[in-house]
């Protein structure tokens, strides 16, 4: 059991706090207001904003849930198997995002297992329409890795500017992951926190507007 990721850290009475009916009012507005201060205009994609919005709302929804519990199974997870990454990955497929399975045996037809913890924290692996950035924003990625010997560290959803919601070993929670370095002291050979952005993949008309190719003779 890892302290204040899988066993520890935050309040098991979350979603009765104030900062927990905070994010779901701000969820509920058109525009939440923690959003207002992002500029979504560099990505060159007027859907970002709402794909991002709702990565967060996606996830707060399974708050408390005990679906990707470490003890139970879980699609071609294991009982007793750790599952923060795979917590990640079904909540951006549930967004709509196309995600990657660039692990075991179905790796080559990209239908393997998710994005680990330690690739989502190591800033050199690419992973399409994610961006590495250094401050975290509502809807983007935090991992840190670790050499435990049952996971290569742990990875959850930025979900305010000062929260996080993640798989732990019991069940879904929120705690200040990703703003706390608290959670780093029992994760050794860590490399810190890594964020990571949702710019979505470019399209062939926008490939095209932004090169020099030119097709059927244009």
Partial sequence: MHWGINGGGG????????MYKDIMAYLAEPEPEYFKGIDFTQFGND???K???????????????????????KGRFAANTNKCNL????VLKETGINMPGPNGLL????????ITAGQWADPNYIISGWQVVNSPQPGDIVAASASWDDASGHVGI????????YASHYRVKMSNYGYDNKHL????????????RYVGTPNLNSIIKHS?????GQ
């Fill in 107 to 114: 790796l080559i037809i990209n239908l393997g297992t998710p």
């Fill in 185 to 196: 002291e029992n994760m050794p050979g860590t490399n810190g926190y890594v964020y990571r």
């Fill in 11 to 18: 309040s098991s009475t979350f979603g009765e706090t104030q």
């Fill in 47 to 49: 859907d970002i904003m």
């Fill in 158 to 165: 930025i979900v305010s500017s000062t929260e996080s919601i």
């Fill in 87 to 90: 917590f990640v990955d079904d």
């Fill in 212 to 216: 020099n190719l030119k097709l059927f």
């Fill in 51 to 73: 794909i991002r919005q709702n990565i967060v709302k996606n996830a707060v929804k399974h708050f408390d849930s005990k679906e990707w519990a470490y003890e139970i199974k």
